[in-house]
């Protein structure tokens, strides 16, 4: 990365894994819902950590493209791709064990991971259409569970309240 930030040589290398991949929408690309997470978790929680705001722009590689934890790490270190491993899914479990051990994982995780768990939902949400809200609500709300939890994180979640109540979204 002689001519990147390791933020920048992230935000290229989720591009390409995710290229030809669409949101749900069937329209908006993929790619475009990384970045979104990575700037939520700079512009509106303050996150400057690099390692962070890389794993944010990485955070579904592993999970949704043909990469895995190796290739992460070569590229952009232990750290980075032990973030991105808290975030992915183990897809060879049974659904209800996979979410069971994907809450374990990321409650061990580095407050980072939380983080980044944060900006994701927020960010789903926000992208959701009315069939979807109501499940991304939900996901949002035990993201807040794991992470308010936590000292490092108070700020983000009253943050990411604070936004809620803005945008008269009930989390009760």
Request: charged content about 25%; hydrophobic content about 45%; overall charge negative.
């Amino acid at each position: 990365m002689p001519y990147q930030t390791m933020v920048q040589a992230a935000a290229s290398f989720s591009a390409r894994a995710h290229h030809g991949q669409v949101r749900k929408d069937g329209a908006t690309p993929y790619a475009a819902h990384p970045a979104r997470v990575a700037m939520i978790c700079a512009n509106v929680f303050g996150c400057t950590d690099d390692a962070t705001l890389a794993a944010a722009f990485l955070h579904d590689v592993i999970e949704d493209c043909a990469c895995d934890y190796d290739a992460v790490e070569k590229r952009f270190g232990e750290e980075v791709a032990t973030y991105v491993a808290a975030l992915t899914k183990d897809m060879r479990l049974p659904e209800p064990e996979r979410e069971r051990a994907y809450v374990a994982q990321i409650r061990a995780a580095a407050p980072a991971v939380r983080l980044i768990k944060l900006a994701d939902t927020w960010d789903n949400l926000c992208d959701s259409d009315e069939t979807r809200f109501g499940s991304s609500l939900d996901k949002l709300r035990h993201a807040l569970k794991l992470a308010e939890a936590d000292d490092a994180l108070v700020e983000a979640c009253q943050t990411l309240r604070t936004l809620l109540a803005d945008h008269q979204i009930d989390l009760d």
